[in-house]
């Protein structure tokens, strides 16, 4: 038997433990006995149904931390493999070949959740003040200012010592 070395299959891959991959698959032998299988850009998948019918699939790396763009695994720990559903084959390409990019090109910036969060607040409270001169700049608040002062001044209800000259 010859042992390919490019992987040629995209498979679904669930671990004893549970866990669910996919990635491209090639068949290997780790010893005389035991087989194994190494999968290229390794993936798991989000599936989040939307009202429209649609469904979103966010693929995230299995090893987000790895530099090794394969994992080797043994048989014995494979619950069961399963061909990957062709709807899915352009999004998981995708998604990989994005993943194996940015690892290439050491464009990966991790942060920390605090220097996240701080950036995010950053960016919100920037987009609020810009919307918010944007609507004081436009001809939408103008009318919307002469609006409310013609109702404040025909609801308004004179008091006693209001004086009328």
């Known amino acids: 038997m010859t042992e390919?070395?490019?992987?040629n299959k995209y498979e679904v891959i669930r671990f004893q433990n549970g866990q669910e991959i996919i990635g491209m698959v090639r068949e290997t032998r780790t010893?005389?006995?035991?087989?194994?299988?190494?999968?290229?850009?390794?993936?798991?998948?989000?599936?989040?149904?939307?009202p429209s019918g649609e469904t979103i699939a966010n693929f995230m790396?299995?090893?987000a931390l790895s530099e090794d763009s394969y994992l080797s695994f043994s048989t014995k720990d494979i619950l069961f493999r399963s061909p990957l559903n062709q709807e899915y084959i352009h999004l998981y390409d995708s998604?990989?070949?994005?993943?194996?990019?940015l690892l290439e090109d050491r464009k990966i910036k991790p942060i920390s959740?605090?220097?996240?969060?701080?950036?995010?607040?950053?960016?919100?409270?920037?987009t609020a003040r810009e919307l918010a001169e944007d609507y004081?700049?436009?001809?939408?608040?103008?009318?919307?200012?002469?609006?409310?002062?013609?109702?404040?001044f025909e609801t308004r209800k004179l008091e006693k010592d209001d004086k009328i000259h």
């Open 61 to 63: 790396p299995f090893t």
């Open 95 to 101: 998604a990989a070949s994005q993943w194996m990019k």
């Open 136 to 152: 004081l700049e436009s001809d939408i608040f103008l009318e919307d200012y002469k609006e409310k002062k013609k109702e404040n």
């Open 4 to 7: 390919t070395l490019v992987p």
């Open 113 to 126: 959740q605090a220097t996240g969060q701080k950036k995010v607040k950053e960016y919100l409270d920037k």
């Open 31 to 50: 010893g005389l006995i035991d087989k194994g299988i190494d999968v290229w850009a390794p993936m798991t998948v989000h599936l989040t149904s939307m």
